[in-house]
């Protein structure tokens, strides 16, 4: 079966050899016997890996990605671990490079941000910063509904809190056809209570709460039908009168 050989003959015998010294003689010697990767990263060694090491790491990742030795991921992230001596925003630095390309949600990374950010926190504000934040990175990535984000948000904060969270009317039931649905916190429970509103339950005492505040509102009209005036934003100084 017929073949093929090559054969080198050494390069100093070459007259291309002659004369020449030092990095010139390695790169003509280079071009000689390689081609294709081999002699760019060949060239590469020469021209920078003793005296510049940073510029020739980085020429060698660009290298590795021209001929498909790594893809853009992980060239990217080479680059990052070249270019960012800093742990820290090398860190926060690969975070979006994840998030760049689809390693990783927004979600996930801002939540992971947050995580470094407060990584050695004791501070209790500091505890309550992280928290309220969190809290944003939920509401803003849709994770939370935003009444579900303005309760957690009011108990982070100590903060009383109570909203309407869902109403409807059925015609088939007349008058009597409208249902609403309230929400609160145990904060605004415990205002309702300073001001003189009771109940054995948080339920019981927001009721009476609200019976008060329905009851301070209605307006009869010539019909007879009670209507009730707003309620969401009741004054929080309101008291409850005196039953005796």
């Given at each position: ?35 294709g990767i081999e002699l760019e990263k060949k060239l590469l060694e020469i021209r920078y890996k003793e005296e510049e090491p940073k510029t020739y790491a980085i020429k060698l990742n660009d ?182």
């Amino acid at each position: 079966m017929a073949g093929r050989f090559r054969y080198w003959i050494n390069f100093r015998f070459m007259p291309a050899s002659w004369g020449l010294v030092g990095d010139a003689y390695e790169e003509a010697k280079a071009h000689y016997y390689l081609d294709g990767i081999e002699l760019e990263k060949k060239l590469l060694e020469i021209r920078y890996k003793e005296e510049e090491p940073k510029t020739y790491a980085i020429k060698l990742n660009d290298i590795n990605l021209k001929y498909k030795n790594i893809d853009a991921y992980e060239h990217a992230t080479k680059l990052n671990e070249i270019e960012n001596e800093d742990l820290h925003e090398r860190t926060f630095k690969q975070i979006d490079l994840d998030v760049h390309y689809n390693k990783l949600s927004r979600y996930d990374a801002d939540v992971k941000k947050l995580e470094l950010k407060y990584a050695h926190t004791q501070d209790a504000e500091k505890n309550i910063e992280r928290e309220l934040e969190l809290l944003d990175i939920e509401y803003h990535n849709n994770v939370i509904t935003k009444t579900a984000y303005e309760k957690k948000k009011s108990i982070i904060k100590n903060e009383p809190w109570v909203a309407f969270i869902d109403s409807g009317y059925d015609p088939q039931e007349g008058i009597d056809g409208f249902r609403f649905e309230l929400d609160w916190n145990s904060q605004w429970v415990e205002l309702l209570k300073l001001h003189g509103f009771v109940g054995k339950t948080e339920s019981e005492v927001v009721e009476d709460w609200f019976i008060e505040v329905c009851r301070s509102n209605a307006q009869m009209n010539e019909t007879g039908i009670t209507v009730l005036g707003p309620t969401t934003n009741y004054p929080l100084d309101f008291e409850r009168p005196n039953k005796g």
